[in-house]
Structures are given as structure tokens and as C-alpha cells.
């Protein structure tokens, strides 16, 4: 089993970057435009990035201001059965992001692409709570010659 | 051991991004303007990133427009022994990265960081090749909420 790891440093409080995580408002201004479904322990949020594939989340914990797990039911079959998890941690007037998504069972290619293309997410997210402005999909940062 | 993986497609041919990766002039234009040192196999590189750090680089392989890979040999204690894998594949009328920060001992926290860190640096990297213009230290993305 094979990790991604990222780490960010936001100058919002954990509060409002849980909100970001927990909320489908939050989620739809830094990730994709097009999340729908339910937010609270055991429902199903579904991430829809148009033609290009979605992601069913579901919600496994949330601790207001400190941690959310989810865990991929549908989606790319490298991506079923892995969890992603945001710790979050206070840091003088902002948080500081640990991030994994864990349990790829091996490193293939498409690991690779996801590394870094969560990384520009995270940073996505950090402009969001920084500047009311993210890169979210349909208008995210593109890592490859092809439209992602 | 755990690793770093990241991929970026990079609209530039191989030959081009190979040059970034295996001459001073090529890595100062996207990782740190302060780069020194001689770069065959068995050189050493120089990455000094100010008053931050610094990473010593031995080159271990060169294969023109296709690999280059480095292996830590002075920096901070958790690189020290890893190796950096860059493997370079044509695609279309550019080029496919596949980045492996390879041979991490755990997946403590400042791997994290360096993993975000990586992911804005091979995107400075893309731009530079792409637009003329990379994020070089000191002018390279910050990532945290302090100065790096």
C-alpha cells in the first residue's frame, strides 16, 4: 500500500477550511463546480469533473475544525477502497493542512498524475480561503499536455 | 521506504526538458537561481536555496532526453541518501515527466511538505519551458504560511 502526501499552510482558521472540506458549498469553490449529494457521516458526496470522471466520497469522520476522512465507493478503479484524510492543525492565525491519500494498492502511472494534481487542488484551495478565489474545475490548473 | 511521485506533460520535446534537468543554466531557470556546481555523472550539484537550505545533488545517470537521476549526498538529514528519478517519454509534440523522489526512510511530516513543494516546482518547470517563465526561489510559490 502506497501513499500521496501534501502538506499546506493556509491564513484562514480551521474552522473555515473545515468548512471548505464539509460543506458542498465549500467543496464546489476550490474542487469541482459540480458537487452534489450529502455531507453529513455515512452519506455520499459525488464529485463530477464533466466527461473527464467523478469520484463517490463517502463520508467516514467528521470532527468540526480538525479532521475528514472519506472513502472512494465509485469511481476510477484505482481509487476504490482508498480514503483520503485531512488532518488539520492550527498555526498562529491560520492551519496547516496534512493531507493523505492512502491505500493505492501499487504505484502506477495515474498515482503519479494524482500526486501532483492534488497538490494543485490544495493549492486551489488555499487561494480559495486566501483570496475568495480558487482554481476549480471546469477552470482547474492543467499538469498535462491534454486537457487535465 | 516510501516515495514521491508526481507527472506533468510538458509541452516541450524531450531534448528541451532534458536540458532543464542536466545543465546549470536549464535548472536555475525553474528550482533555484542559485545553482552551482558541475553537472556529469559523478558531479556534484549545488541547490542553495538562501538562507532556507540547500541540497547537494551527485549525478548518478544522464541518458540524454530520456532519464536523469541524483542522489542526495548533503541537505537536510531526511534526503540524505534519496534519490531523485526523472524519467522523460515523448508524447505527441512534448513531453511525459515521471517524477520519483524515491528511498524516504518514513513518511514523516516534512515529506509532505516536500511533496507539495515538488509538485509547484515541476510546474515551475512546465512553465518555463512553455512560457519562458518558471517560479525560481526566490520568486517560487509559497506553500505554507510562512516564508516557504
Redesign the interface.
Known amino acids: 500500500m ?10 484562514a482558521p480551521p474552522r473555515d477550511v473545515y468548512n471548505a472540506l464539509a460543506t458542498l458549498d465549500g467543496l464546489a469553490a476550490w474542487w469541482t463546480n459540480d458537487t452534489t449529494g450529502e455531507t453529513g457521516i455515512g452519506s455520499v458526496i459525488h464529485f463530477q469533473f464533466g466527461d473527464r470522471g467523478f469520484f463517490d466520497m463517502k463520508v467516514l469522520e467528521l470532527d468540526p475544525g480538525k479532521r475528514v476522512v472519506w472513502e472512494v465507493v465509485k469511481g476510477p478503479g484505482d481509487w476504490i477502497g482508498t480514503r483520503v484524510i485531512w488532518d488539520l492543525r492550527p ?2 492565525k ?1 492551519t ?1 493542512i ?3 491519500h492512502q491505500g493505492w494498492r501499487e ?1 502506477v ?1 495515474f ?3 494524482c ?2 494534481k492534488w ?2 487542488f ?2 486551489s484551495l ?1 487561494a480559495m480561503l486566501e483570496t475568495g478565489r480558487g482554481s476549480t474545475f471546469p477552470n482547474d ?1 492543467r ?4 486537457a487535465d
Open positions: 502506497v501513499d500521496i502526501l501534501h502538506r499546506v499552510g493556509i491564513d498555526y498562529e491560520g496547516t496534512l493531507f493523505k504505484p502511472e498515482m503519479h498524475h500526486s501532483t497538490a494543485t490544495l493549492m488555499k490548473v499538469i498535462s499536455i491534454d
